[in-house]
């Protein structure tokens, strides 16, 4: 089974109306090239998915979107809502279960008809369900073992500012952003400060993500020394020039090359001379060293999360494009089971590992979304990124 790192675009979000949700999903299961049939079972899936936030759902949102390996474009769709839950997960799941007087075939079928799916809820918490779709016999070139679905290491999730109006047929512009990539051992990332106790840490290969329902694997699909870089970004103020700032952020994340993540937030800086500018924060993940690189300026919060222990990575002050102190890389320890969360201003720090509620067991998408649906404000753009293997 091989990581995959997904891209997204096209990110659509339903929230104060859910009626829209299943027509644009048919419009970009069409722009990506899916058959007739296959569109048709996305929709019908992203129907589902609004008629039960409807009937149920307290502030229910969908957010919809393309995603992207280098080689196959899918669809996927989040689901969010504050309550009331479920308190019998597996007991919704199967058909004829119902509290609406419906036939009850509502999530057992949309999970069928998905390549991946995902469902965290807890009673009186609300609930989060991803499901992806992919063409019809693609899978198999994203499986390395039959039936071990593979799953993304990183996820991201970016929301527009509340009542931010529509650019033409298109989204909302949104000043927030992420990105990540895969990073060979060809350039040395800075090592651990004299002392520092990462610095014997036991040498553990990098496994492939794997779903949480599947077994762990001892398949070392990066390799021994490999490392996942990631990047996420918070264009000053909102709207489409801190769009503008944050695209071009990402666009020099992804062709800076193999760099510590204090060399990448220079590159970034100088390439966004003449923007408004973005608080950045980067992370280089080393699961063989068991540690984190980290380097962020500006308003953004970075942490290390265990169901138990939320460990903040310091930013400095400044913005990358405009004025900021020579940047600094500092190394954390990666604790076995451990997490890694950025997100930018537009959620609260105030989150903590107790009201995560088990959701850690979960895929980085389902993590993003529970904490961007607890901890989001409606007042600004706001972006979340989820970093979590088996390391």
């Given at each position: 089974m091989s990581v995959v790192l997904l891209e997204s675009e096209d990110v659509a979000w339903f929230r104060d109306s859910l009626i829209?949700?299943?027509?644009a999903a048919s419009r970009l299961a069409a722009r990506i090239g899916l058959s007739e049939h296959r569109a048709g079972e996305v929709a019908l899936a992203v129907s589902e998915a609004a008629s039960n936030l409807a009937k149920h759902a307290v502030a229910?949102?969908?957010?919809?979107?393309?995603?992207?390996?280098?080689?196959?474009?899918?669809?996927?769709?989040?689901?969010?809502?504050?309550?009331?839950g479920m308190a019998d997960v597996a007991a919704s799941m199967r058909d004829?279960?119902?509290?609406?007087?419906?036939?009850?075939?509502?999530l057992g079928m949309v999970a069928r008809l998905a390549d991946t799916f995902d469902l965290h809820s807890a009673a009186g918490q609300g609930t989060v369900?991803?499901?992806?779709?992919?063409?019809?016999?693609?899978?198999s070139r994203l499986r390395g073992t039959?039936?071990?679905?593979?799953e993304s290491v990183v996820a991201g999730v970016t929301r527009p500012i509340s009542g931010a109006m529509p650019r033409g047929n298109g989204p909302p512009a949104c000043g927030d952003g992420w990105a990540a990539r895969r990073d060979d051992t060809g350039?040395?990332?800075?090592?651990?400060?004299?002392?520092?106790?990462?610095?014997?840490?036991?040498?553990?290969?990098?496994?492939?993500?794997?779903?949480?329902?599947?077994?762990?694997?001892?398949?070392?699909?990066?390799?021994?020394?490999?490392?996942?870089?990631?990047?996420?970004?918070?264009g000053l103020g909102h709207g489409p020039l801190a769009e503008?700032?944050?695209?071009?952020?990402?666009?020099?994340?992804?062709?800076?090359?193999n760099r510590s993540p204090e060399e990448t937030v220079q590159t970034i800086h100088r390439a966004l001379a003449g923007t408004r500018g973005v608080a950045v924060a980067v992370a280089r993940i080393e699961p063989d060293r068991a540690r984190v690189l980290f380097c962020g300026v500006g308003d953004t919060a970075a942490a290390i999360v265990t169901p138990t222990t939320k460990t903040s990575l310091?930013?400095?002050?400044?913005?990358?494009?405009?004025r900021m102190r020579t940047p600094r890389t500092t190394t954390h320890p990666l604790p076995t089971g451990s997490a890694l969360v950025m997100h930018s201003d537009g959620l609260t720090q105030r989150w903590n590992p107790e009201s995560l509620h088990g959701v850690l067991r979960h895929s980085p998408t389902v993590i993003a979304g529970h904490l961007l649906r607890g901890a989001g404000k409606h007042h600004d753009d706001a972006s979340i990124l989820v970093a979590k293997g088996p390391w």
């Open positions: 829209g949700a299943r027509g229910g949102a969908i957010v919809l979107r393309i995603v992207r390996t280098p080689q196959i474009a899918g669809i996927e769709f989040l689901a969010l809502d504050h309550g009331p004829g279960r119902s509290t609406t007087g419906t036939l009850g075939i509502g369900m991803l499901a992806r779709f992919w063409p019809r016999g693609a899978t039959p039936g071990e679905p593979s350039t040395e990332a800075p090592g651990p400060a004299p002392g520092d106790p990462t610095a014997d840490a036991r040498v553990r290969a990098l496994a492939p993500a794997i779903p949480w329902s599947a077994p762990a694997s001892a398949s070392t699909a990066l390799g021994t020394g490999a490392a996942v870089t990631v990047m996420l970004c918070d503008t700032a944050s695209r071009a952020a990402i666009r020099a994340f992804h062709t800076g090359g310091p930013s400095q002050p400044g913005i990358a494009g405009h």
